[in-house]
């Protein structure tokens, strides 16, 4: 049965090259096979009975609770436009500074990713909100996309992120079926892994910007009147919404310290409290949710139907998320049916190099479905196809997930189907060539594959803070 696990595998994936659903293209996929399992006898009809027990465990998973609302927390920042608050203040700590502006978008963007964990709103708001700004201070094309898409999808690896909140879920239960004893790993473990990881990036995306600004000042000069232009920008895109926001705390230089400290103690807030134990995933991130509600209040952001506003984009997205786990949970549940697990383990076992083999093989490939895939799409198939048997090879489940979180960001960065690429070149003007936004990611492209290289060769600066805060 298992060349049926196979055919099914590569079906689903024609069938999502056509443009169906995800989720539909899952579950239907699955459906199909298990009938025709059925009719020949490879599987008993009480198999796709036990699928109403998996999507009834899925809907008693607490840990899926902080989804929605760490999503609904990240889209009230950026509709209370918090995003442009903190770029205006971090532009003022940096004016003056040859590259200031580029390295202020990086740690905005750390901030966001923080914040809201959601690639693409990320990369829209930023492009929306510093491309035109950089490109009137005299900013060159490259680094600036560059510097836009790079930030916009450190998302996928800085907690708290909805990448890891979906991974960790999906890792423990790989870690079950591998059959590993001891400790369960939860979203906590992969959040502190995440963190040197995460500023590591952050860290070499400054040192490059540097370096870049020394060796040509032309092509990112200091820049002391962006703060102007930032507030001059800001003021335009909430025109429309004058009478609501008149009276919302402003800056006349540029800088307010709240516009930085505000976000940022939430952002510790609700990631301190996770990894301390004081609270789970799910409650720090209803703290986040009601955080973020009480910001947009306090810079007179907040109205009734900016608040439905936020729940119906809430609602769509949390949607999508849990139609697509439904859909693979009925392929995994189908898939193991036929055997597909053994077929990928005796497949990845029997590779050249073992271990290293193996974790090439897989990196790669989900490297090479980031192009094609969304992250939700590759966190539900291929990760629990794949992760048991690595799992059962020895590889540590914490080290392995931030592995995939980091690989699939730069797989959304890289040339020609980076979802990150997209996303901005849905917002630049028209004149920008899609060529110069490829040219300038591509530096930032050599330094997300030098961490993962660092990260094989060091685990341990992954494993270590959770080692220590956890063991």
Not at 46 to 70: C, D, E, H, W, Y
Not at 150 to 159: F, H, N, R, V
Not at 258 to 272: A, K, R, W, Y
Not at 275 to 288: M, N, V
Request: a negative charge; hydrophobic letters at 55%.
């Amino acid at each position: 049965m298992e060349w049926l696990a196979l055919l099914m595998f590569i079906c689903v994936c024609l069938v999502l090259l056509a443009g169906y659903p995800v989720a539909f293209s899952l579950a239907g996929t699955a459906l199909i096979f298990a009938a025709i399992g059925v009719a020949t006898g490879d599987l008993h009809p009480a198999l796709l009975k036990s699928a109403f027990s998996r999507l009834f465990g899925i809907m008693q998973n607490p840990t899926l609770i902080a989804v929605p609302l760490f999503v609904f927390m990240g889209v009230m920042l950026e509709k209370a436009k918090i995003a442009e608050k903190l770029l205006t203040g971090m532009a003022g700590l940096f004016a003056g500074t040859p590259g200031g502006l580029a390295i202020s978008v990086v740690l905005v963007g750390a901030l966001l990713a923080a914040s809201t964990g959601i690639v693409g709103a990320t990369v829209v708001t930023m492009g929306l909100l510093s491309l035109p700004v950089m490109l009137k201070s005299n900013y060159s094309t490259p680094l600036s996309t560059g510097v836009i898409c790079a930030s916009g999808t450190l998302g996928q690896i800085i907690p708290p992120s909805i990448v890891l909140v979906l991974l960790g879920d999906v890792i423990a239960s790989a870690n079950r079926d591998a059959g590993i004893g001891g400790d369960p790993v939860s979203v906590g473990d992969l959040f502190a892994g995440a963190m040197l990881p995460g500023i590591l990036l952050v860290v070499l995306y400054i040192i490059y910007i540097a370096i870049y600004a020394r060796v040509k000042p032309d092509d990112a000069p200091a820049v002391a009147k962006g703060i102007k232009q930032l507030s001059e920008l800001q003021e335009n895109t909430s025109q429309s919404e004058t009478m609501e926001s008149s009276s919302a705390p402003a800056s006349t230089n540029g800088f307010e310290l709240s516009s930085l400290l505000l976000p940022l103690i939430l952002i510790l807030l609700v990631l301190g409290s996770i990894l301390a134990g004081i609270a789970t995933p799910s409650e720090a991130a209803a703290l986040g949710a009601i955080g973020a509600t009480l910001l947009a209040i306090y810079y007179r952001e907040f109205s009734l139907e900016r608040l439905k506003q936020v729940v119906r984009s809430t609602t769509k997205t949390s949607s999508m998320v849990f139609m697509i786990l439904i859909g693979a949970s009925i392929f995994s549940l189908v898939f193991r049916a036929f055997e597909g697990d053994d077929a990928i383990r005796e497949i990845l076992s029997g590779l050249p190099g073992g271990v290293f083999g193996a974790m090439v093989v897989v990196m790669l490939s989900m490297f090479l479905l980031g192009f094609i895939l969304d992250f939700i799409e590759i966190v539900f198939v291929v990760v629990p196809l794949t992760a048991p048997a690595l799992l059962a090879m020895g590889v540590d489940p914490i080290w392995l997930g931030i592995m995939i979180a980091v690989n699939l960001q730069t797989s959304f960065l890289t040339p020609p189907f980076g979802f990150a690429l997209f996303y901005l070149r849905g917002v630049t003007p028209p004149d920008i060539a899609t060529a110069e936004i490829y040219r300038g990611v591509l530096p930032f492209i050599f330094i997300q594959m030098a961490v993962l290289i660092i990260m094989a060769v060091w685990p341990e600066i992954v494993t270590w803070l959770p080692s220590i805060i956890y063991k």
